[in-house]
């Protein structure tokens, strides 16, 4: 285990290039899969989720090698559709297999990846999707059965416009007889991103990136290249560091269109963004403004953005009101911040923020990604030394942090906890 350690208070200042997108690449690797050839994707993040899928993708019997941030599918030998437990676990979007192995071989029995700190993380949408494709559906002991002896294309109608019941329910309908309709789709870049990238591979996906996504299934896939979309949350967090520190921030590599619900937000909070092709320029207020801001579905402030937002309005000048709309208990990290010297409330799924002149650093934990993230921030603009405990979670989604802070000038290094 290992954490970080920040010396604070710095202002970053420089050039920050950002990875390839964490979430997209999690659904892209797997839907690999269903190529008959091999897949080239360009633009993966050295992340640990990476790693884990692709450990699961080689246990299920695909040659994947990794050169760089270009990773090789080649999944001849995937012959089993029974999903490694001891691996599915550690990743909660290994629950994308059930869609790709019940397109692939018919059938699927995939571990259910458990809870976390941000609360439950039911698949009900999921299953609603592969029951409506014909597939018989079990959940026994953790474990999710899939059965079907044809997978049809049907309507289906998302009771939320979930993420990734959309993406799994995409994979499923790729090679189903006929067409599904998923209504009420979530619209998020990655879910995009997958779109195009199975097109590439022959499949006939159209709408994604609204809220109605056809699929015709087809009889095939091949293998494709294709280069994954930049991680527009790994892009907000840096400006929203800029943003805590009083920066000057050039973050590279970006579609500024995925960042436009932070863009507005930080320039509410008084930061001015210069937004230029594929990079935004972040100049952080000496104290940021309070705001309010409720997270939603995309086009809406992305719920992933919340807990390090949260570490900026912490020390701002006012009170600011943020609703955690997506998930139950994604706002368990507030009490870290408040060792920081932060105030802040909750009620129910709202934070109240009280700005306060100063943070101090102080020992924290990481019991999320995102609130890794938080809590990263808070450090760079607390006085004194913050200890992350957790670095491990927050490597999950971002890549070489540490370098990539110190190359903005931060004082951060890695320690054994
Ligand atoms: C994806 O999670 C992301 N993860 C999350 O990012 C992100 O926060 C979330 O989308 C929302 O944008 C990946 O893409 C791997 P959802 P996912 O299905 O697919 C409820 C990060 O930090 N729900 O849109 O799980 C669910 O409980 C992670 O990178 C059901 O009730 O998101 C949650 O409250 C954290 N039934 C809400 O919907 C279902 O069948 C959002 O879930 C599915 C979801």
Redo the contacts with the bound molecule.
Sequence with gaps: MSKLVIRGRCRLHGEVTIGGS??SS?AIIPAALLGEGTSALDNVPRINDVAVFAEILKDLGAVVTMDGSTMTVAPNGFVSHIAPYDLVRKL??SYYLMGVLLAKFGQAEVGLPGGCD?????????LKGFRALGADVSVEGGVVRLKAKKLVGSPVYLD?P????TINIMLAASRAEGTTVIENA?K?P?VVDLANFLNAMGARVQGAGTDVVRIRGVKELRGADHSVIPDD?EADTYMMAAAATGGDVTVKNVITKHLEPVSAKLREAGAIIEENGDYVRVLGPERPKALNVKTLPYPGF???AQQPLVAVLSRAEGVSVVQES???NRLGYVSELVKMGAKIKVEGKTAIVEGVPRLVGAPVKAND??AGASLMIAGLSAEGVTEVYGLEIISR?YEMVDEKLRGLGAQVEIRPD
């Design positions: 964490k979430n999690v909660r979007a941000i609360g439950p993380r039911p698949v009900d949408q999921h939320f979930s993420v990734g019941a979530a998020e990655h949350i992305p719920t992933d997506i998930y139950d990604l995102r989604g």
